[in-house]
């Protein structure tokens, strides 16, 4: 039978989603965060569904653009990378000056952004369509489960009191004790092998300590500590001697590809980043001066799956590893990840998630990890189905919000508990 898989219709829906305290070098997440819920729905009225994030001015360049898909055809995935997409260029801040937590803002970056959620959308559609599951389309699964890894933060038991918050009963984690006792729990509920600590949050003493800590609970088990670029090259290298022995690799410690290349002349202790290469544009500095071992991966940012299979070739091309990078994100793009990452040969490190994290979701069935892995689907498409009702109550969120959390701030929500607070001058420590 043929099908008519030219776009009809284009649905973009904001949510919040509930996110715990989790503390970064930043601030705090707040108690809810944007994320973009897009389906794309053929002249066949099969939906393909994408997610990316949902902040204001991803919402703003999301609108236009879905005018623009309908009558175009769900096959055509590489022109939607030639649409000429007109960004606010004041939103577009220079993260680097505030210490962004995902590199460089660019309007191209921004694009990218969101015409990743249509790419996803759109293979959904055509694997649904086909009967193929999105790895499929991508070339083929190379293995059957891909390995991710223990994501924990420093946290508070919980959001600040008179805060609207969902509870949860993880309790707080701010010494090496309750790091690793959040590390258990991880273990024993998903059976992860590897784990990462989001650092930058106390002085790097503490943060080595709970490292060690860490090591002593979990002898062999790789471990890896992101400090979101919060200390200078000096610091970086002294946290690096002193935890050579244990980390699989150490993430972002200093800012940018310059600090970044010196702290890597000075250590063996392997770097990965998500904030110093997150476009194409910043591989060819980055790679000649030997400034990360490990690129983190970030669907969303870089473009879409395909875009990750091209950065993964450029990796492997120089010797350079890959892995994932995640920000608070739901199901759809945790499955988007599976596909992508099943296909990539030269995955060697257990990437990211903070999926756990997040208690709600807009799927009818939440995304299994078992053993420290989640299964690849071979289903249609995506292999995930859309709980209308609940992508309704966390859009109903979103509606009511005055508008102070349709923007994620985590400096604006450390505010709450300790008024004073500004974002951190980098480096911190
Ligand atoms: O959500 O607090 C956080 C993280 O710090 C996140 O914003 C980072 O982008 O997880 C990310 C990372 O690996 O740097
Ligand atoms: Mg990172």
């Known amino acids: 039978m043929t099908r ?11 949510i919040l989603v509930a996110d715990p305290p989790l503390l970064n070098t930043q601030g705090v997440h707040q108690p809810y965060t944007p994320r973009l819920i ?6 066949d009225g099969i939906t393909g569904l994408g997610e990316t994030y949902g902040d204001t001015k991803y919402l703003e360049l999301a609108r236009p653009l879905a005018d623009r898909l309908i009558g175009r ?3 055509d995935v590489n022109s939607l990378f030639t649409l000429d997409l007109a960004v606010d260029e004041s939103r577009v801040e220079d993260a680097v000056d505030v210490g962004g937590l995902r590199g460089v803002q660019t309007a191209d970056k921004l694009r990218l952004s969101v015409l990743s959620a249509v790419e996803v959308a759109c293979l959904d559609a055509q694997g649904k369509a086909l009967g193929l599951p999105v790895h499929a389309l991508l070339g083929g699964k190379v293995r059957d489960a891909v390995e991710y890894s223990a994501y924990l933060f420093y946290r508070w038991a919980a959001h600040p009191e008179g805060v609207r918050a969902e509870a949860d009963d993880w309790g707080a984690a701010l010494d090496p004790a309750g790091v690793v006792a959040q590390a258990r729990r991880f273990k024993e509920l998903y059976g992860f092998a590897s784990f990462k600590l989001k650092g930058g949050v106390f002085p790097p003493d503490e943060e080595i300590a709970a490292v060690r800590a860490l090591a002593e609970a979990f002898p062999g088990h790789p471990l890896r500590l992101d400090p979101n670029g919060a200390w200078s090259v000096a610091t970086s ?9 244990v980390l699989e690799y150490l993430e972002d410690p200093a800012l940018g590809t310059p ?3 010196e702290v890597s002349a000075g250590t063996d202790v392997p770097l990965a980043t998500n904030m110093c290469v997150t476009t194409f544009a910043e591989i060819k500095e980055a790679f000649a001066r030997d400034a990360v071992q490990v690129v983190l991966s970030d669907h969303h940012y870089w473009g879409g799956l395909r875009n990750t299979q091209h950065l993964a070739a450029l990796c492997a091309t120089f010797g350079v590893g890959i892995s994932m990078h995640s920000n608070t994100h739901l199901g759809i793009s945790l499955a988007a990840m599976t596909h992508v990452a099943s296909t990539v040969p030269g995955l060697r490190h257990a990437c990211d998630s903070h999926y756990p994290w997040q208690s709600e979701d807009v799927l009818t069935e939440r995304l299994a990890c078992r053993g420290g892995r989640i299964a690849v689907s071979d289903a249609p498409g995506l292999g995930v189905e859309l709980d209308r009702e609940k992508l309704a109550a966390l859009h109903r969120r979103w509606a009511e919000d005055d508008g102070t959390l349709r923007d994620r701030d985590d400096a604006a929500a450390m505010r709450v508990a300790e008024p004073g607070w500004v974002t951190p001058a980098v480096p911190r420590w």
């Open 4 to 14: 008519d898989l030219t776009i009809a219709e284009v649905r973009l829906t904001p």
């Open 73 to 75: 055809r769900v096959t």
């Open 38 to 43: 897009v389906e794309v729905v053929t002249a």
């Open 259 to 261: 600090a970044m290349a």
């Open 237 to 245: 290298l002294k946290v690096a001697k002193e935890l050579a022995d």
